[in-house]
C-alpha cells in the first residue's frame, strides 16, 4: 500500500508541476505559487476534518518548516520549467531530494538494504550525464544548462526537506500539518510577491492552470503523507522521486522538448538507481 500511495503522489506531483511551470511562461513563477497554494489551501481545508485526528503543537510546527521549505522549492522549480529545460532540472531536483530523504531516514534509524545503497551509486553520476547533455552547445546553451542545474539542485533540497520535516508529524495528527504547511507556504509566498512587486494573484489567463497545479499538487502530498506514516521514508522517497516521468512526458508531449542521447543515458542511469533503492 504505501508503494501504491507514493507512485500515485509521484504522477500528481509531475503533472501539477508541469502545470505549475506552465503557468509560470505567462506569469511570474511566485504569482503562480501564491495561486496554486491558495488552492491547495481550498482542498485541505475540506479534507482535514474528514479525516480526523488531532494536532499537537509540534505537528503544526514541523508542518510550517515543511510548507515553507516545499513552498520555494515550487518558486525555483517553476522558474526552471518557465526559463530553462525540464530535462535537466526536474532530473536533479529528484535526485537531490532522494538521496537527502534516504540519508535522513538512515540517521533515524531505517536500514535499507544493500541493493538501495548501489542505487544511490548509481544515481548520483546520472546527474552529470543529465546535464551535460542539456541545452544547445554554444555559450547560450550551456548557460541556460547551468542555470537549470543551479535551480534543480535548489528544487530537490526544498522538497527534500518538506519530507522530512512533514515525516517527523505524528501518526495521530491526520491532515492537520498540511494546513499548517500550506499556511506557512501562502504566508511566505505571498511575502515574496510583495517585496519584488509582483501581483498576488494570477490573470485570467493563467488561473485555471495555477488553480489545477495546486489542487493537484494537494492531493499529492495527501497520498505522500500517508504513504510515509505506512512505510519507510527512505524508501517511499524514491518511488516518489519517479515524478520527472511524468514531467519530462509532458513537456516532450506538449512542448516538444527534445531529450538528447547524453541527457537520455542519465535519465536511464537515475531510473536504474531509483529502482535499485526501491527494491532493495
Not at 71 to 93: D, E, K, N
Not at 132 to 145: E, F, L, S
Not at 187 to 204: D, M, N
Not at 239 to 263: D, F, K, S
Amino acid at each position: 500500500m504505501p508503494i501504491l500511495l507514493a507512485g500515485l503522489a509521484s504522477g500528481m506531483f509531475g503533472t501539477a508541476d508541469f502545470l505549475g511551470g506552465l503557468a509560470s511562461r505567462r506569469a511570474p513563477a511566485v504569482t503562480v505559487v501564491v495561486g496554486s497554494q491558495l488552492a491547495g489551501l481550498a482542498v485541505v481545508l475540506v479534507a482535514a476534518p474528514l479525516m480526523g485526528g488531532t494536532a499537537e503543537a509540534s505537528d503544526w510546527l514541523w508542518g510550517a518548516a515543511a510548507g515553507a521549505s516545499g513552498a520555494g522549492a515550487l518558486v525555483a522549480f517553476y522558474h526552471a520549467i518557465a526559463t530553462t529545460r525540464v530535462g535537466v532540472a526536474a532530473p536533479v531536483g529528484a535526485v537531490v531530494a532522494t538521496v537527502l530523504q534516504v540519508l535522513f531516514g538512515v540517521a533515524i534509524g531505517e536500514r535499507p538494504a544493500p541493493l538501495s545503497w548501489l542505487g544511490v551509486i548509481v544515481a548520483l553520476p546520472a546527474i552529470v550525464l543529465i546535464t551535460g547533455g542539456g541545452g544547445a552547445g554554444d555559450a547560450a546553451g550551456r548557460a541556460v544548462t547551468r542555470r537549470a542545474l543551479s535551480l534543480g539542485v535548489i528544487t530537490g533540497v526544498g522538497f527534500g526537506l518538506f519530507g522530512v520535516f512533514i515525516s517527523r508529524t505524528g501518526d495521530e495528527s491526520g491532515l492537520w500539518p498540511l494546513l499548517g504547511a500550506r499556511a506557512a507556504s501562502i504566508l511566505l509566498v505571498a511575502t515574496v510577491a510583495l517585496w519584488l512587486a509582483r501581483p498576488l494573484v494570477p490573470g485570467r489567463g493563467v488561473a485555471g492552470t495555477a488553480l489545477a497545479a495546486g489542487s493537484m499538487d494537494m492531493v499529492a502530498n495527501v497520498l505522500f503523507l500517508l504513504s510515509i506514516r505506512r512505510g519507510l521514508l527512505s524508501l517511499v522517497s524514491v518511488i516518489l522521486a519517479l515524478y520527472p516521468a511524468m514531467t519530462l512526458l509532458l513537456a516532450r508531449t506538449v512542448l516538444g522538448e527534445r531529450i538528447v542521447v547524453m541527457q537520455g543515458a542519465g535519465l536511464v542511469m537515475a531510473a536504474l538507481g531509483v529502482s535499485l533503492i526501491a527494491v532493495g
